[in-house]
């Protein structure tokens, strides 16, 4: 069966750095794309970063663009996400997500467990 | 970016009845809307797809209607473990793909 599992997570100072990961089993990871979601402490979902499935094409949400930085390798089936510069208001539960169908529609259907990111000094 | 708007926030049901959640989008998203569902603790799963299509292994008392900028889930009995987040998601017109603020469903 499909599962994610991510790691990573923890206390981090503002300014500081994290890098998450994603294991991936079950399916043919290099086959899908993938997509980074987090979730404030009692708050809704916020879509991050999205890859392709060859990593050609990337996509971040307005709120870390130029400060994290997505990406995969396929040969070990896992999604990364680096994070610098990291504020009080990236603190969240960070999920990995599949993505799929339509490449221009792709749809998130399965999710991890996520990893706790808490920035705070 | 689209802005998806979900009423109620907190719906109060009884086990048994019929619960019926909204979400609009600011700008049309054809039938490229998903709804997932979150418990505490635990990751979203996805539900219905395509506005109306459920996923894997969801009850058929789930079911989604809509298009364009309106849409509704139906939960049409409420069982126990349904009482949960709701959330709207399109993804028609990205990045970024934008989620409702999510509607609890909790026991009346």
């Known amino acids: 069966q499909v599962q994610l599992v991510e790691s990573g997570g923890g206390l981090v100072k503002p300014g500081g750095s994290l890098r998450l990961s994603c294991a991936a089993s079950?399916?043919?990871?290099?086959?899908?794309?993938m997509s980074w979601i987090r979730q404030a402490p009692g708050k809704g979902l916020e879509w991050v970063s999205y890859?392709?499935?060859?990593?050609?094409?990337?996509y971040y949400a307005d709120s870390v663009k130029g400060r994290f930085t997505i990406s995969r390798d396929n040969a070990k089936n896992s999604l990364y996400l680096q994070m610098n510069s990291l504020r009080a208001e990236d603190t969240a539960v960070y999920y990995c997500a599949r993505e799929w169908g339509d490449t221009a529609m792709p749809i998130d259907d399965y999710w991890g467990q996520g990893t706790l990111v808490t920035v705070s000094s | 970016e689209i802005v998806m708007t979900q009423s109620p926030a907190t719906l109060s049901v009884s086990p048994g009845e019929r619960a019926t959640l909204s979400c609009r989008a600011s700008?049309?998203?054809?039938?490229?809307l998903a709804w997932y569902q979150q418990k505490p603790g635990q990751a979203p799963r996805l539900l219905i797809y395509?506005?109306?299509t459920r996923a894997t292994g969801i009850p058929a008392r789930f079911s989604g209607s809509g298009s364009g900028t309106e849409f509704t889930l139906t939960i049409s009995s409420l069982q126990s473990e349904d009482f949960a987040v709701y959330y709207c998601?399109?993804?028609?017109?990205?990045?970024?793909?934008?989620f409702g603020q999510g509607t609890k469903v909790e026991i009346k």
């Open positions: 395509g506005a109306s």
């Open positions: 998601q399109q993804y028609n017109n990205w990045p970024p793909r934008t």
């Open positions: 700008q049309s998203v054809s039938s490229n």
């Open positions: 079950g399916f043919t990871f290099s086959d899908y794309y």
């Open positions: 890859i392709s499935s060859s990593g050609s094409t990337i």
